[in-house]
């Protein structure tokens, strides 16, 4: 597919919650990216702010309130065959309110860090994930991507913690 002169990135979260030695995924199970486990996000909607969309996602899908929610990176999906680039935003919980349940996009499950199932996960996850569990560095990364899932190219550094996501998308 050939790529236009500029690309307008569309916008989504990902939230990873953990409790100091597990991180709680969720199993997607219907959409983009389903049956693989991932952390709890989406679309980012017009008249709210990243960190607001973040936390209705996390409610929405796994049943959590989360306490804080620390911005921990940025990642852009470039696909072959999708006509728009993904921006991702990452965000970190170590503490929330309520009980994880299941609902109609997720089933959650705790993983201890060294049991991650990374073969059933995006291709990008093992690279990025032991960043974000190892402290409170931050991140920014690219990863390119065939035929939706086969990730082929990929450019991942930790960056300075700039929080920059409270503004709203109109
Ligand atoms: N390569 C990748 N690695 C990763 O770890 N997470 C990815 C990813 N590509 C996309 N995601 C995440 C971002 C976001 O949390 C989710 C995709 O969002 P969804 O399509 O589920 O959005 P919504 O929940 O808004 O969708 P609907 O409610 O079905 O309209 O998958």
Redesign the pocket.
Known sequence: MALPDCLQPKL????LVTDGRRVLLGK?K????EG?F??????V?AGETIRDAASR?LL??AGIAADSLTHRGT?T?LFDDRPQP?E?H?FHSDSYTGMPTESE?MAPQWFDYDSIPYQQ?????VF??PLLLKGSACFRGT?H?VNTHT?VKRDLSEVPCLDGVDYKLC
């Open positions: 989504f979260t990902l939230v997607k219907r959409g983009f990216g693989y991932n952390g709890f996000g989406g679309k909607e996602e929405e899908e990642l999906f993904w991702v990452v996009e996960m995006w291709a990008d996850d990025w994930y990863f991507f990730l």
